[in-house]
Each structure stands twice: as C-alpha cells, then as structure tokens.
C-alpha cells in the first residue's frame, strides 16, 4: 500500500498520524453499529428514556493526537438530542473505560427537513445553524437575539454569523427589523421562502469563521508541544548512545536526526532549551569541569 511505503521509507512516525484516522475511521462504523444495538436494548428496557431524537444519529469518534486539534464547544441542544448524546457517552464509556468524550458541535453535519407552502425541502447544515433552527421551535412566533444566545449557549459573535448565514445567505429565516444588528432584533421562520431546489447546504464556513481562528491557535499549540516531544527524544536517544557528548556536537546530532526522518527543520535555540528542561528532570548533567559537555545520567 502507499502508507506501507511511506512508513517504510519515512519511517512509522511519519505515517502514524494517517494510520491513526484510518483506525477512527474504522472503529467509528463498527461502534455505530453497536450504540445501535444498545439503543435498541436500552428502548426495551426503560421505555421511559428520551432515546428518540426524531431522526437518525451517529457519532465519529476522533482520537486527540491524529487529528487537527479543536477547542472545546459548549451548544444548547433540544432535550431528546442532549439525552441522546448522553446515551452515546455511556454507552463509549463502557465500552473504552477512562477515555473523554469532548463535542465539537462545529463539525457536526445536520440535516432538516422543512415544509414551506406545501413543498418540502431538505436543509444540509452545521451543528450551530441546527441549533438556531431547533431552538425556533418553541417560538412560533419569533424570539429575540438576545433570547436565542441564551438558548443556544452560542458566544455573541459567533451566533451573529450564523444569523447571517440562515438570514441573508439562505433566507431561510428573516429579522425584524431588517436593517442593523441589534440584541433585541426579532429572529421568525421565513414563511415565504422558495427555491426551486429540493436540497440545499446552508453556508457553513462564516458560522464557524471565528471558532477556526481559536483552532488554529489551539493546533500550533499541539504541533509545539509535539515538536519539543520529538527533540528530546533524539537527545536522549543520541545521549545514551555516546554517554559523553559537547554542546555543539549535540545540537548538529540533534538537528541531523530530526531532518533524517523529515519531521521538521530544526531551532538549535529550541534544541537548547528541551536540553536545559531534560537536564532539571536530571536524564543528562554538565561536566563540572566543562560547561560546554554533558553527560547521559542513567
């Protein structure tokens, strides 16, 4: 295969990331089937549980690590919807243990379905414009801005730009009165709305525009993490080989094998620092004759 050749050439940490997906990706169908089937004891055994949401459900698991990191998101949801996502965690609790499930709302893929004028129309949308929708349900007759964050749990500048994206960009939804943004602004349902497409996707990427910014930050967080990780492996790893070694001989050895295995190019101001943090854990000291060496303390 093309990763057994990457890994082969590279080497397996060049490819573990990818593998890592591939095994979400796997492990995520065999474990739908299964909430499935454990949903379905759960219905028979305590009918009295909010099980049904209305609609079909599944969950990807993604493992922290393999992934593009994300921020932690906090959503509003109907309570059919918060009693299943409920189900799923007990049910992933038992079934890996110690492991922590986290909701990245964002990245969820909804799909609605509703009737204007006698037509009906599928709505393909993210977990944030979902939850502006839904919460609209107990508001016939329209609810503020204002009403709608608090229902939601959305940060102001972001449920404006979902406003944007269901109000000016899909006219799914309308506000009174149309011209500028206010809190107390009224958000309703569209009645006149019409398109002569049965299946539409609402514009996602100005909903979550404010939340990629936050993930970007949060994956060069992980990526630095990962990088000072890598480094003192390769000190270690080159200190127990040679037991004695110079400052400069270290950083050239340091930086050689990093770029070898294509991981990344190498600070030696950073090689310098992961030096300092592995020596006051006490893996390496300083000769006390010559600053300028080190030794491996094993």
């Not at 028979?44 to 993604?62: C, I, N, W």
């Not at 922290?64 to 906090?74: A, V, Y």
């Not at 299943?84 to 986290?102: P, V």
Request: hydrophobic residues 35%; aromatic residues 8%.
């Amino acid at each position: 295969t093309v990763i057994g050749k990457l890994k082969f050439a590279c080497g397996a940490q060049y490819t573990s990331k990818i593998e890592g997906m591939l095994t979400d990706a796997k492990n995520s169908g065999a474990n739908q089937k299964n909430f499935l089937d454990y949903l379905s004891k759960l219905k028979k055994s305590q009918p009295s549980l909010l099980t049904d949401s209305g609609g079909q459900f599944e969950a990807r698991v993604l493992t922290t690590g393999f992934w593009p990191s994300q921020p932690e998101e906090h959503l509003g949801l109907p309570k059919t919807v918060t009693a299943l996502l409920g189900h799923f965690q007990t049910f992933y609790e038992n079934l890996y243990g110690k492991r922590r499930l986290k909701w990245i709302h964002s990245l969820a893929i909804v799909n609605i379905e509703a009737t204007f004028n006698g037509k009906t129309f599928e709505f393909c949308m993210n977990g944030f414009q979902a939850a502006v929708l839904l919460a609209l349900n107990d508001y016939p007759q329209g609810a503020s801005i204002e009403t709608l964050t608090k229902r939601t749990l959305l940060p102001p500048t972001v449920i404006k730009r979902v406003l944007l994206s269901l109000v000016l960009r899909s006219k799914i939804l309308t506000k009174k009165p149309k011209k500028e943004y206010k809190v107390s602004d009224v958000i309703l349902v569209n009645k006149a709305f019409t398109s002569a497409q049965r299946r539409l996707r609402v514009p996602s990427h100005v909903a979550a525009k404010d939340y990629k910014s936050r993930a970007r930050k949060v994956g060069m967080a992980g990526v630095s993490e990962d990088r000072k990780s890598a480094l003192e492996a390769a000190i270690v790893r080159i200190l127990k080989t040679r037991k004695t070694i110079s400052h400069r001989v270290l950083i050239q050895e340091v930086s050689k094998m990093i770029q070898s295995r294509n991981q990344f190019q190498a600070d030696p101001k950073v090689i310098k620092q992961r030096i300092e943090d592995l020596m006051s854990r006490d893996y390496l000291e300083r000769d006390m004759n010559d600053s300028e060496t080190y030794h491996y303390k094993s």
